[in-house]
């Protein structure tokens, strides 16, 4: 297997832990421990009390999958995989189901795993290019004229990482039927569900066809990264014993205790969830002002949902990774620039999930006073 180096992972294997703030961080502020367990109704408590640290079950726990196919209409647990992340689910679904003479769309900029372990496969993989200047918003005839009679899988992410796009209603039904029509899977990773506006969310991935996907995760709306507990959900069983045969290279189960926590986390999740959502939110209206601010510095195109947006350095001749790496020097606040995601034009992630937003917008405003004045 030949696969290219995952440039937002090294970039973050340098400087994640070596910086005060990630103010380009794609989760929610994470769940303390201690809290966690407090949310633990008596079964799950009673669970956690006598679990010991042997194998689980390789397909997940029985009232974990339970709990997670209730998050779907029309699922049940046998539509569930549970998976170490989301990275290892996206890597057995990829390994699973591509090869060469096959042919993958996945929208881009995004999360390189999308279409690099599928390009790792030998399959052939067009990246649909989001815009700035159509609001980061999924093109349908671009996307159409991207089909091949060898698509296998249509690859979209929504809420969209790192531009915060989520389509609406007649786009993501145009979609699903490009999908339907061309004969293509429809993949949608959807790891920031539940973070959108109750009137905005759209049908799972698996909701809407038989053979649809919907990747699943408690590291982002769920703020639970450390358990590393992702999954796969879809009504097509056969794909996820292929899934499973893969796993069985890779973690062959996940860990017992972060299964209990995970679960413990999803039967409270209107808790865990407005928690997300308020430090979200709150954290969103401090950056318009910022933005109205710098209006004639940075382009700030406002994400509809999720913790992320993509914002442009628009200053002639100042380069966002020049800056980037001057702002972390001199105020210990990183920033990751586009081309981490290969994506020219001046942009950066910037995360707003984390409850240091406050003193790290500020420290970024006193460096840009001093540089871009």
């Excluded at 001057?326 to 606040?333: Q, R």
């Amino acid at each position: 297997m030949r696969i290219a180096d995952f440039a937002l992972e090294r970039y973050f294997a340098r400087w994640e832990f070596a910086v005060e703030h990630v103010l380009c961080a794609s989760d929610v502020e994470g769940y303390p421990m201690s809290e966690v367990i407090t949310l633990a109704d008596d079964e799950t408590r009673d669970l956690w009390d006598r679990l010991t640290l042997g194998y689980t079950e390789s397909t997940g726990h029985p009232l974990l999958r339970r709990e997670i196919a209730s998050l779907y209409q029309g699922l049940d647990p046998d539509h569930v995989l549970v998976f170490a992340g989301a990275e290892e689910a996206i890597f057995c679904l990829a390994n699973a189901t591509l090869g060469p003479g096959d042919h993958a769309v996945v929208t881009w900029p995004g999360y390189q795993s999308l279409y690099e372990v599928a390009r790792s496969t030998g399959a052939d993989v067009a990246l649909h290019e989001l815009r700035e200047d159509q609001g980061w918003a999924i093109d349908l005839d671009r996307l159409r004229e991207q089909l091949t009679p060898a698509t296998r899988m249509i690859i979209v992410n929504a809420p969209h990482n790192p531009t915060g796009m989520l389509p609406d209603r007649p786009t993501f039904d145009g979609l699903v039927a490009l999908a339907s029509d061309s004969g293509a899977r429809l993949v949608v990773d959807e790891v920031y569900r539940f973070l959108e506006d109750d009137a905005d969310r759209l049908p799972a991935g698996a909701e809407v066809s038989p053979d649809g996907v919907s990747i699943g995760v408690m590291s982002k709306s769920f703020a639970m990264a450390g358990l590393r507990i992702g999954w796969l959900a879809t009504r097509d069983r056969d794909l996820l014993e292929r899934c499973a045969a893969v796993k069985d290279y890779t973690t062959i189960c996940s860990s017992a205790p972060s299964e209990i926590l995970a679960l413990m986390g999803l039967r409270a999740r209107e808790a865990v969830l407005a928690r997300s959502r308020r430090i979200v939110n709150e954290n969103a209206a401090r950056l318009e002002p910022f933005f109205d601010e710098w209006a004639d510095r940075f382009s700030w195109v406002r994400p509809s949902a999720g913790p992320v947006g993509f914002p442009r350095l628009t200053v002639p001749g100042v380069s966002i990774d020049s800056w980037a790496a001057e702002l972390v020097e001199a105020e210990g606040v990183l920033l990751l620039p586009g081309s981490q995601f290969g994506f020219g034009g001046n942009h950066f992630r910037l995360g707003f999930g984390r409850t240091d937003l406050p003193e790290a917008l500020g420290r970024l405003e006193r460096f840009a006073e001093r540089t871009l004045r």
